[in-house]
Structures are given as C-alpha cells and as structure tokens.
C-alpha cells in the first residue's frame, strides 16, 4: 500500500513547505483540505479510516495545519475522538509551522547557552503562534520569560496570563514600541529573540552595540531586514557586536526541517499524536 497523509487545513490553502517535507519524508502522496472547519471532522476522519481497513491504517496519517492554532487543536481533539480500535491513525499538527519552529528556536538556543534554567529570556513578538509556543517551552525549562507585544502594556500582560494559563507556566507580558525601550528591556537579559512579522526589525546594530551585558539574539524570520541589525540567517553564534552574539533563522530552520522529517517518518512507522511537546524532545535531540 502506498502512505498517504491528508492534510486538513483551517487556511484556503495547505502549505507546500509542509507537503514537500511529507513527501521527503516518505508519504507518497499528500492530499490537501482546506477551509476545514470543527464540525467537518468527524466525517472526513471516518472516510480516512474506514477507506483503506484496519492494515490501510499503517498507511494513513492526518496532518493539521493553518494559522488558526484554536481551530487546529479542536481539529486534533476531535480527529481523535473519531477514531477507535482498530481503526486509529497518525495526527502531527503544526500549526503555520509554529510548533516545530519554536522547538528548533528553544532547543538551540538552549544548547548554545548550556540550558535555560535560570536565564532571562525576552521575546519580540510573544503574542503571535511561535512567539507562544516558544515562551511556554523556555518557562518549562524554568527560564524567567517575558513576551513583548508593540502595543502597550497591558495587552502584553493580558497575553501573558492567557498563555500562562494555556501551556500551564508563568510568564510575564511587556510592551516596547521604540528602539530605546526594547534596548531598555534586554539590557539585564540573557536572550533576546526575534519572532515578529518578516521586515520588520527590532534592534539596529547600532543600539546592539550599546548593549553592556553578554548577550545572546536569535531570529526565525530569513525575510531581510534581520529582527537584529548584523545578524545574517546562516550565522550561528557569530559576535555581531562587543557583548552580542547571534544564531540566525536558517540555523533555526534547518532544525526546523529535521525536526518536522523526523516526526513525519515517525509516523511511517507507529501510530503518534505529535504536537509542540513533540517536537521539542525531536529537537532536543538533533539540535
């Protein structure tokens, strides 16, 4: 039999950076669904499972992608519940890529500093999907992580406490709307990192140079201008200023490849519900 994955998406499209890494993986086709919303899922899951009998399961696997991460996990949620013995398959979701790029971000950003336990850890960007995930991956490794919204204050600890109350950690919620205070907030940090929108940057390397405390910056986006004046997306650890150094977005996404290739071959060969904590400990692995 051949392996097939379906991939439901909440977007008018699903990404062909997901369907090329399944098929290097391979699954020797991907079939798209888009627009998918909660209330079709029961019935799509019951024709992927019923549609090939109980060993056509080991040939079939449900991905769930798209920029709704709410609407992804309720997908998840109720794929599952639509499955029984013998009757079950594979699920991986991914939302926009969020999951595995926040674990490839978290994981060597940790090696590169020998662990995050006790480290301060600002992210740019926090309230969007990888700025989440990976602000709930560092304080489950006990770092002191603050997200930083661009709008004021209380948006940001609002987000917080919602993502707080979401993965189950504690972070905190800033706001920094110009150069000197997002300066402001680095200057005690161990990490600072970069999951904004592509174009957009949140420190020249000018004001990087100012900069009096050893510090480590770290971008997802390979879209010029870098999050980070000086860093360019293949340097790793490069001293791009007198107390900077910085891991670059295609360090980040080669991680990010693997990491995704390593989940999706997984369920070639047994039956995985894959999600962020998934794909943290693949990244932990091969970072």
């Known amino acids: 039999m051949r392996n097939h994955l379906f991939f439901l998406s909440t977007d008018s499209h699903a990404s062909p950076f997901d369907m090329n890494i399944a098929l290097d993986a391979g699954f020797d086709v991907a079939l798209p669904y888009v ?11 019951h024709d992927i499972i019923f ?8 040939h079939s696997a449900i991905f769930v992608g798209g920029s709704d991460m709410e609407l992804v996990e309720k997908i998840v949620k109720r794929a599952g519940d639509s499955m029984f013995d013998p009757f079950t398959v594979s699920i991986f979701s991914d939302p926009k890529g969020a999951y595995t790029t926040a674990a490839a971000l978290v994981a060597k950003t940790g090696k590169a500093v020998g662990g995050l336990s006790g480290k301060k850890i600002v992210i740019f960007g926090g309230t969007g999907p990888v700025g989440q995930v ?4 560092c304080s489950k490794e006990n770092a ?3 997200i930083v ?11 917080a406490v919602r993502i707080s109350s979401v993965y189950g950690v504690s972070i905190k919620g ?19 990192i970069a999951t904004v929108k592509a174009g957009i940057q949140i ?11 050893p510090l480590i910056v770290a971008d997802v986006n390979a879209v010029p201008p870098s999050g980070f004046g000086g860093l360019a997306p293949g340097d790793d ?13 295609l360090c980040i996404g080669f991680i990010k490849y693997k990491v995704e290739v390593d989940i999706f071959e997984s369920m070639l060969e047994n039956k995985i519900t894959a999600n962020f904590k998934t794909a943290y400990e693949s990244a932990k692995t091969l970072a």
């Open 134 to 137: 990976a602000a709930a991956l």
């Open 35 to 45: 627009c998918v919303k909660e209330e079709q899922v029961e019935g799509l899951t």
């Open 144 to 146: 002191d992580t603050t």
């Open 51 to 58: 549609s090939r009998g109980p060993k056509g399961t080991k």
């Open 174 to 192: 800033a706001a920094a709307k110009t150069g000197e205070e997002r300066l402001a907030l680095i200057q005690e940090a161990d990490i600072a």
């Open 237 to 249: 650890m490069k001293q791009i200023a007198p107390c900077v150094k910085g891991i670059g977005a």
């Open 149 to 159: 919204t661009s709008r004021d204050k209380k948006a940001g600890e609002e987000a």
């Open 203 to 213: 420190l020249s390397l000018n004001e990087l140079g100012s900069v009096k405390n």
